[in-house]
């Protein structure tokens, strides 16, 4: 069973920029989120994905967009990237109607805006 | 109201100590309590996890006690070891619309040998 696999690890960008980060669901699973966890903090929900339709959303404007794929693989965007973009993004992949969240996480892709 | 509040931010506790890291609440819907533990560099990670239908859950040394009328909940570590040094999140979600996670601010446990 292979784990939620992210890339890239890391990147650099400047700001204005725009930034696409993707994502391999676990085996199994057929939702996916993301979530930005900045330097010492809790990770944020930015949004979830469920049959291939945005099925919740943090507060994050609308310049953070995602698609789902058929695979349950994931992409986030980011247009027009500011200074506090920078952080780790973390995708998760769960499974609808487990009757629990479980999340299972990646290691994540550190942004630096700059 | 959709905050989760976690303390304390570090801790330092001796190797064979019990660690403790408290979390409270404020939002009545959630009904699922979450802990994750996160090493630098690598994504959290599933530690234990509690519904509001019970008071305590044991799994080998993490304990999860949950007071819902306090609408508080604590992580135990019992006999800690170095290798638990990491970050700790809990967490609460709700099981109705999106699998969203509320995430408290963390705490850093360092466990000295």
């Known amino acids: 069973e292979t784990g939620v696999t992210q890339s890239p690890t890391h990147l650099i960008k400047t700001r204005g920029q725009q930034v696409t980060l993707r994502c391999s669901s676990q085996?199994?699973?057929?939702?996916v989120s993301w979530y930005q966890q900045a330097l010492g903090q809790g990770p944020q929900f930015i949004f979830q994905?469920?049959?291939?339709?945005?099925?919740g959303r943090g507060n994050f404007p609308p310049r953070f967009s995602g698609l789902q794929f058929p695979n349950y693989s994931s992409e986030l965007n980011v247009n027009a990237l500011e200074l506090d973009d920078s952080a780790l993004y973390l995708c998760?992949?769960?499974?609808?109607?487990?009757?629990?969240?479980?999340?299972?996480f990646g290691a994540g892709s550190r942004l630096t805006v700059l | 109201q959709q905050q989760v509040k976690q303390s304390p931010q570090s801790l330092i506790v001796q190797k064979g100590g019990i660690s403790i890291i408290n979390c409270a609440y404020e939002?009545?819907?959630?009904?699922?309590f979450p802990w994750y533990q996160q090493f630098p560099g690598k994504g959290p990670a599933l530690l234990i996890a509690?519904?509001?239908?019970?008071s305590e859950k044991k799994e080998g040394r993490f304990t999860i006690s949950f007071n819902k009328s306090a609408k508080q909940f604590s992580l135990h570590i019992m006999d800690s070891q170095p290798g638990d040094s990491a970050t700790y999140f809990c967490?609460?979600?709700?099981?109705?619309?999106?699998?969203?996670?509320?995430f408290g601010q963390g705490t850093r446990l360092t466990i000295n040998p």
């Open positions: 998760a992949s769960g499974r609808q109607g487990s009757g629990a969240n479980v999340l299972t």
């Open positions: 085996s199994g699973h057929n939702t």
């Open positions: 994905y469920y049959r291939e339709e945005e099925n």
């Open positions: 939002n009545t819907a959630f009904d699922y």
């Open positions: 509690i519904r509001p239908d019970v």
């Open positions: 967490a609460a979600s709700m099981h109705q619309g999106a699998q969203k996670l509320v």
